[in-house]
């Protein structure tokens, strides 16, 4: 679940890491107010759970109280990637002297977080990354010791801040990997982490936040499980998540019914390997009950795309006949337009395929002969 950045924000500062003040604002009146309490100038942020908003126009300064309506009007009618800008953060302004990237998020071959930072903040840390790598410096974080201040400061060494600025580059670093792991999330994110002159010299602040909680862990987290916004998603990913389907839309025309992850996988390698493109990943899980396969086959049919649907299933506890009676069923509640192709295999295979025949499904024997059919299908529905 991805966290709004003012969200994020408010998590890194119960966590000690500088934030400039902020106040939300859902239209050009609550924008003006917020800029009274705070004092110009004030950065208007749109807020929206996608990245580059500041090149999309969803970032500006305003320097006056008709610069702040003008602006918060403009950004709030903005819709960003597809996302439409509900609210803004109005932000006190920062006198920025210099921009730093710092991440931390999971390292799955080293099984530990990994802290990443770089000099080259900004908004184009995608770039850094993709073709100078050596500008952004890594270090794994020991799950038991955490970030000692030493490996804090070899990486403040390391991205070449001066000294001066190294007991605040450790605080924040800190502060940045317990809050992830505090809240149990796969990735915290300041771009940029500014140097901003202040009163009392030089500081660094967090100018942008984000953060992404693994859902598996809400149940520990209800607190941030309420922050969720419903704009996250799209409505067939969250009527899966109400319904317990695990469930991704793709970009191909072959949706997919299958159980279990692992075969999920299977399912879209082998449609790929030859030559089709599947529309989504749909795993019903165990038992494939025909309830739970008819809002499958709703959610996969609700995408205009799908030219054909592919079954992969494999009966194990529930056995073949079970799933074909529940795939049957649910066909003849959804009444489907679109080609279908099922494989299903293990325990009563026959009586299973016998099943699915009968209700004019085209069936395969082996998934390389589903998939072949799916594909074939789905052609000559483009063609
Ligand atoms: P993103 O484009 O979605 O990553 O949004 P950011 O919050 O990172 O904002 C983009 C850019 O706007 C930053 O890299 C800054 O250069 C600039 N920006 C953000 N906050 C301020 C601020 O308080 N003052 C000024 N002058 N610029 C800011
Ligand atoms: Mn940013």
Not at 195 to 214: E, F, H, N, S
Not at 231 to 253: M, P, Q, W
Request: contains cysteine.
């Amino acid at each position: 679940m991805k966290l709004h950045e003012y969200q994020s924000k408010q998590i890194f500062a119960r966590f000690g890491v500088p934030v400039p003040r902020g106040i939300l604002a859902e239209n050009a009146t609550e924008a003006r107010n917020a800029a009274r309490e705070l004092g110009l100038p004030v950065v208007i942020k749109a807020q929206v759970l996608v990245g580059g908003r500041g090149k999309a126009g969803g970032v500006k300064v305003a320097h006056t109280m008709e610069e702040v309506e003008v602006l918060a009007e403009r950004i709030l009618s903005l819709t960003i990637k597809g996302l439409p800008v509900r609210r803004v953060l109005i932000d006190r302004a920062a006198d920025i002297r210099g921009e730093l990237y710092l991440g931390v998020t999971i390292d799955r071959a080293r099984r530990r977080a990994v802290l990443m930072a770089s000099s080259a903040g900004g908004v184009d840390i995608e770039e850094v990354a993709a073709t100078t790598p050596e500008r952004i410096v890594k270090v794994p974080v020991d799950p038991f010791i955490g970030l000692p201040d030493y490996l804090a400061r070899d990486v403040a060494v390391s991205i070449g801040l001066a000294r001066e600025h190294w007991p605040k580059f450790i605080h924040v670093a800190r502060g940045l990997v317990k809050a992830f792991v505090d809240n149990d999330a796969s990735l915290a994110e300041i771009n940029p982490l500014a140097l901003v002159a202040t009163d009392g010299g030089i500081g660094l602040m967090a100018l942008d936040g984000k953060m992404v909680i693994d859902d598996n862990a809400l149940f520990r987290h209800p607190d941030l499980a309420v922050m969720r916004d419903p704009d996250e998603e799209s409505e067939a990913e969250r009527k899966a998540r109400n319904a317990d389907l695990n469930f991704v839309s793709l970009d191909g025309n072959i949706g997919c019914l299958v159980n279990g992850a692992g075969l999920a996988m299977a399912t879209l390698d082998i449609i790929q390997h030859f030559g089709g493109k599947p529309a989504n990943f749909l795993d019903v899980a165990g038992g494939a009950r025909a309830d739970k396969v008819a809002t499958a086959l709703r959610i996969v049919l609700a995408d205009p795309k799908v030219k054909v649907v592919m079954f992969n299933i494999f009966g194990g506890i529930t056995r073949c006949d079970e799933v074909a009676r529940g795939i049957v069923q649910a066909i003849e509640e959804v009444r489907p337009t679109v080609p279908m192709v099922a494989r299903i295999t293990g325990t009563n295979k026959a009586e299973g395929d016998r099943i699915l025949a009968s209700a004019n499904l085209i069936t395969a024997e082996s998934a390389a002969e589903a998939a072949q059919k799916a594909v074939a299908l789905a052609n000559a529905a483009a063609a």
